[in-house]
């Protein structure tokens, strides 16, 4: 008995012991974004207070509230060895937290870092000052490339071209779509969109609607391209009405729209998972049943789409996949800043969920 009692008080001081090591363990910014599911870099951005960064309130606040709940103490910053090859990534015009790069920006920094180089990340606004002091700053830096991403323009492709910095775009603007030599990896939006709705009249649903983003941007206007090829191809009338755009912050009500409308529709082709999981939102609480009702698919498989009930079907093109696909024709410009430019697509896949499963 004696001996038994012994064990049990042992095993118990060696997990105290391996609770207080725990416990002592240095929370890391890469451990406060494992656990919120966002990218280190945002993180960093948040915790150390860095400005001109745009990050929403409650993206910011929920940072800040597990630091302090984990007891999270800055670390001394490290010096870069000298001579560490580094990589810019970019953001033009976009929030930090936008939720559709999120995984994007954690699979870059993961690629990067698997190559041994460090990533710069720089969140840029639109302006030609605001790219001037964006390159001024990676001019102290061994900088190997650059890699864009958003709102991408001439003005800054112009000025990477000037200063010979080999750059590589994800995705598809008119001034990337327009350039002559620029290279960038996208997603066939076009494509995405006719296997959307062709999906949903697959499922039996023949008045099918889309909401789409402002129609300056190229990728929304794609979007209707492939949705008419659909119904051309399939031989369904098109009716303009069931063709919406949504604004900023506007897709609930965009979605009500084409109920209040009087349209009859039982399909919705969302441009994106946020679109999607509003509208779904707004159609319930119009009395509508998803999908018995109305059947709705989106495009990029974030988390609010997975989480979401019901379940978003939507579609995606692999993160890491792009990741692979920009940073390999990057490294190909570096070693040879004259070579043809590329452009690649990465190819989507259907996951279906509980919004389309009747």
């Keep these: 008995i004696k001996i038994v009692y012994i064990k049990i008080i042992i095993t118990k001081r060696v997990n105290q012991m391996q609770e207080t090591t725990a416990v002592k363990r240095p929370i890391t910014k890469k451990y406060i974004a494992e656990k919120l599911n966002v990218s280190r870099t945002l993180v960093s951005y948040v915790l150390n207070n860095t400005p001109n960064v745009k990050v929403s309130p409650v993206t910011r606040r929920r940072i800040c509230e597990l630091a302090k709940e984990l007891n999270y103490v800055p ?21 930090l937290d936008d939720p559709i790069y999120m995984d994007f920006l954690s699979a870059m920094e993961q690629r990067i870092a698997a190559d041994h180089q460090h990533m710069i ?4 606004n639109t302006t030609e000052s605001d790219y001037d002091r964006a390159l001024s700053r990676l001019e102290s830096n061994l900088l190997r490339g650059v890699i864009l991403v958003g709102d991408v323009r001439k003005k800054m492709i112009d ?12 995705g598809e603007t008119d001034d990337v779509h327009n350039a002559r030599q620029v290279s960038y990896v996208s997603i066939d939006t076009e494509q995405m969109a006719y296997d959307a709705t062709r999906f949903l009249f697959e499922k039996g649903r023949r008045h099918v609607a889309i909401i789409t983003g402002c129609l300056s941007l190229r990728t929304h206007r794609l979007w209707i391209e492939g949705y008419k090829r659909a119904h051309r191809e399939a031989g369904v009338a098109i009716n303009e009405g069931l063709i919406q755009v949504t604004e900023l912050n506007q897709d609930a009500l965009t979605a009500k729209r084409l109920i209040r409308l009087g349209l009859k529709f039982d399909g919705l082709v969302a441009v994106n998972d946020m679109v999607g999981v509003a509208a779904m939102g707004a159609f319930t609480d119009e009395g509508l049943k998803i999908p018995d009702d109305v059947a709705v698919i989106g495009s990029g498989n974030l988390e609010v789409g997975r989480r979401y009930h019901p379940s978003l079907s939507t579609f995606d093109a692999p ?4 990741a692979k696909l920009l940073f390999e024709t990057l490294i190909r410009h570096i070693n040879n800043f004259e070579s043809l430019s590329e452009h690649l697509s990465v190819r989507h896949q259907l996951i279906e969920r509980e919004s389309t499963a009747v």
């Design 75 to 95: 670390t001394p910053a490290r010096n870069r060895p000298v001579g560490t090859p580094m990589i810019a990534l970019l953001q033009l015009g976009r929030r």
């Design 319 to 322: 993160v890491d996949r792009t």
């Design 121 to 124: 990340f720089m969140s840029v």
């Design 159 to 170: 000025l990477l071209e000037r200063h010979r910095i080999p750059f590589v775009v994800y």
